[in-house]
């Protein structure tokens, strides 16, 4: 059987990531319940780590570790990535010795040439250009909480980078509503606007993205790798900030997500982050119980 990538929520078509999380809601009470099968035991996982993270190594490793495998954290720094040894060689090499790879870095492009060059399956822990996994996780949140994401209005307010490409591949795999609100020179890519112009809209109005909504979705405004932007940035995104007047005009249950780490008094106020619409904390936990689904999925068990 040929191997499967998860580089992009395009990668799977609907009815697989309908199942997919479907399995992700049901394994995750299944365990909370301390029914846990060692699916995955002795399998590994390798983490290839060129940025920070906290909540996308946690999630893997905890997650291999308790379907009875073993997840390894590659950085960048410490491999012979860092000192030039091509991706592509770096791919076949881990080929042979484990049997699934992660990896976050900057340019999508050097993923895409290493999943062309692995012989097993990769996932995208993030790039510049998208976070799948993170979509996973969100819509398995948004329908614990509400049910079905289809036909329901969500709102992202912000950059229109790679956590906002994903949700706009979202929207259009999963069949929602998504009003895409972002400043002048930060809105998505092209392509994938007109690739999901059925589902998506994009204006420069966070209130009128906001109206009527069921989710309201922001990230940071300055990512990793732009912190020398920072002041251009901060100027430039005045007036996105999810706030108390800009959740009232969502619905009166409006949900509020987040992929964090957040900047409280930037791109959203603490008010709404620690208050009541907030899901970010069960949000953040699904990372965990959607990357085990998907690990599963991937590796046909
Ligand atoms: N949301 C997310 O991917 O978090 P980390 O950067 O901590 O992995
Ligand atoms: N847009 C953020 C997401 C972090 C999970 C970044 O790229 O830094």
Not at 58 to 78: I, K, P, T
Not at 99 to 121: G, K, S, T, W
Not at 230 to 239: D, I, P, S, T, Y
Request: with cysteine; aromatic share 6%; charged share 20%.
């Amino acid at each position: 059987m040929k191997k499967r990538d998860f580089l992009s929520l395009f990668d799977f078509n609907a009815s697989e990531l309908t199942a997919l999380i479907q399995r992700a809601i049901e394994d995750k009470k299944a365990f909370k319940a301390g029914r846990a099968e060692p699916l995955l035991a002795g399998r590994t996982l390798a983490m290839i780590f060129e940025k920070s993270s906290t909540r996308t190594r946690v999630s893997f490793e905890a997650g291999m570790v308790q379907l009875g495998g073993h997840a390894l954290f590659l950085s960048s720094r410490d491999t012979q990535l860092g000192r030039g040894e091509p991706i592509a060689d770096t791919a076949r090499v881990l080929s042979g010795m484990v049997d699934l790879v992660m990896i976050r870095n900057d340019d999508h492009a050097q993923q895409v040439c290493f999943a062309e060059n692995a012989q097993i399956p990769v996932i995208n822990g993030l790039s510049d250009y998208n976070h799948p996994c993170q979509l996973l996780a969100d819509v398995m949140t948004f329908e614990e909480a509400r049910g079905s994401i289809q036909g329901a209005k969500v709102a992202w307010v912000g950059d229109g980078n790679n956590v906002c490409h994903s949700w706009m591949a979202a929207a259009q795999q999963f069949g929602f509503e998504l009003a895409v609100a972002c400043p002048d020179g930060f809105q998505p890519d092209a392509a994938l606007s007109q690739r999901t112009a059925e589902q998506v809209s994009i204006s420069d109005d966070p209130k009128s993205a906001c109206e009527g909504a069921d989710l309201v979705v922001t990230d940071v405004w300055t990512s990793m790798g732009q912190e020398a932007d920072n002041a251009v940035r901060l100027q430039a995104f005045k007036g996105y900030q999810i706030n108390d007047a800009l959740m009232a005009t969502a619905k009166a249950d409006a949900l509020f997500m987040h992929c964090l780490p957040a900047h409280r008094g930037e791109e959203v106020s603490a008010s709404v982050i620690d208050g009541r619409h907030s899901i970010v904390w069960q949000e953040a936990e699904n990372r965990l119980h959607a990357q085990k689904a998907l690990m599963l999925t991937l590796l046909n068990k």
